[in-house]
């Protein structure tokens, strides 16, 4: 079955640094998200992307985030000047149509130090 | 908010026995979805149950959907130790594009 990868699996970084997190959705889906989960806890939405642009997001995804699709796979998540509350594991996921189920990679692990 | 309370936090039970989850949103859904975690890994879709049915079955799974009390339950039947996982409901909000993720329930199934 296709899968979404993501790249790194681990990510370890300075506070302030920049970072950026890496997707390749399933290729002929057309909605992509991120989600973080900060250790145990709930599985926080962040944003999700259609079309070339930003469709929705949360109160989470500040002006230190964005997205871009650079070319026709891949999908990157940049945090510009980290923080130490953003310390979590980020989920990219990606559907071929909306309201449908939705297929996770497996997540970088981005540690904050 | 539109995520959704799980119920229990946590769940163990001996292999064979049913495991009962239960989900709890605040708004008008177009589906309800259920996902599982293994430690450290991906979500991995389970089932997915529209606004419009009751109930539904996927091999072991069997969900339920009460849109008037917003209530969905996840049952999973004699249960493997391998079904050991947290498990999330979902819920897609009527207008929205993404989905809301409840607090999860961690079963562990001991052999």
């Known amino acids: 079955e296709p899968e979404v990868t993501q790249t790194p699996s681990h990510q370890v970084t300075q506070m302030g640094q920049e970072v950026i997190l890496r997707c390749v959705p399933i290729?002929?889906?057309?909605?992509f998200y991120w989600y973080r989960q900060i250790l145990g806890q709930k599985v926080e939405f962040l944003v999700s992307?259609?079309?070339?642009?930003?469709?929705?997001k949360s109160e989470i995804f500040d002006d230190q985030f964005s997205v871009e699709r650079p070319d026709g796979s891949n999908f990157t998540l940049k945090i510009r000047s980290t923080k130490l509350e953003d310390s979590a594991m980020y989920f990219c996921?990606?559907?071929?149509?909306?309201?449908?189920?939705?297929?996770f990679g497996s997540g970088t692990q981005l540690s904050v130090l | 908010s539109q995520q959704g309370e799980e119920d229990p936090q946590a769940l163990s039970i001996q292999e064979g026995e049913n495991a009962t989850m239960n989900c709890s949103y605040k708004t008008s859904i177009n589906n309800l979805q259920w996902y599982r975690q293994n430690s450290g890994r991906g979500l991995v879709h389970l089932i997915l149950?529209?606004?419009?049915?009751r109930e539904k079955h996927s091999g072991r799974l069997r969900v339920t959907l009460d849109t008037s009390k917003k209530s969905s339950s996840l049952l999973i039947t004699a249960s493997r130790a391998a079904d050991t996982a947290s498990y999330f409901c979902?819920?897609?909000?009527?207008?929205?594009?993404?989905?809301?993720f409840g607090t999860g329930t961690r079963l562990t199934v001991i052999p």
């Open positions: 979902a819920s897609a909000w009527t207008g929205a594009n993404n989905l809301f």
């Open positions: 149950i529209r606004s419009n049915e």
């Open positions: 992307f259609y079309n070339n642009e930003i469709s929705e």
């Open positions: 996921a990606s559907r071929r149509e909306e309201r449908e189920k939705l297929f």
């Open positions: 290729s002929n889906h057309l909605y």
